[in-house]
């Protein structure tokens, strides 16, 4: 147990619906992760926050949006659902921002799996 | 264009074997560079690299990066059934972290 948690664990919903996902990082930590796994695609990261700010963007799309509260945890929003958007969406948490400490080491959530029908 | 490459895609050995698995990468600004282990769910942190030429060791599994060469390798000497999994390799440039697609290992018994 790595102590992110995240909800749900299983979404199953149909296409051009909302749904968010939600995160709580780990006791001190300041940064989260949100990443995407799918099958053909692999690990995919899509964006980071520390301590409430946007720090970090990979390969998120506009209809994806993210936020960290003040109590830390975060929420990613996906909107206007495809098909394509079918995938385990994890969650990590880190006690640093972007430097090269040992702080750096992601720890990982069990994941939301996602089926968009 | 940033990209990570390892190699193989997929492994299969006996228990006992020693294996290598490589990551090359090409990532501008890079900063670090992680090793992640998944077996069913979640990817588990193995090791960060930030300086060349530094082993780090965990039980039978080690690591070293090569900043010069733009590359790492993962050892794991005398496998075991529960060294099976996929495994990631993920160089970290500034806002960003770059996963390769995984070596998936297989340890026969």
């Known amino acids: 147990d790595s102590g992110v948690t995240q909800t749900p664990k299983h979404l199953i919903t149909a296409t051009g619906q909302r749904v968010t996902l939600r995160c709580s990082p780990r006791s001190g930590d300041l940064s989260v992760y949100w990443y995407q796994q799918s099958l053909d695609q692999g690990l995919q990261f899509l964006i980071q926050?520390?301590?409430?700010?946007?720090?970090a963007k990979g390969n998120i799309l506009e209809r994806f949006s993210a936020q960290q509260f003040p109590d830390l945890h975060s929420e990613l929003n996906l909107s206007s659902l495809e098909l394509g958007d079918s995938a385990l969406y994890f969650c990590?948490?880190?006690?640093?921002?972007?430097?090269?400490?040992?702080?750096?080491?992601?720890?990982f959530g069990p994941g939301t799996r996602l089926l968009v029908l | 264009e940033d990209k990570v490459v390892q190699s193989p895609l997929s492994l299969v050995v006996h228990e006992g074997d020693t294996v290598t698995l490589n990551c090359s990468y090409e990532v501008t600004n890079f900063r670090s560079l992680l090793w992640y282990k998944q077996e069913k769910k979640a990817p588990t942190f193995l090791f960060m690299l930030?300086?060349?030429?530094i082993e780090k060791k965990s039980g039978r599994l080690s690591s070293i990066l090569d900043k010069k060469e733009l590359f790492s390798i993962l050892n794991i000497t005398a496998t075991q059934t529960g060294d099976s999994a996929i495994y990631l390799c993920?160089?970290?440039?500034?806002?960003?972290?770059?996963f390769g697609k995984g070596t998936r290992l297989h340890i026969l018994p």
């Open positions: 930030t300086s060349s030429g």
């Open positions: 993920a160089p970290r440039r500034i806002h960003k972290i770059i």
């Open positions: 926050y520390y301590n409430g700010e946007e720090r």
């Open positions: 990590a948490s880190s006690v640093a921002a972007d430097g090269t400490g040992s702080g750096e080491t992601q720890y």
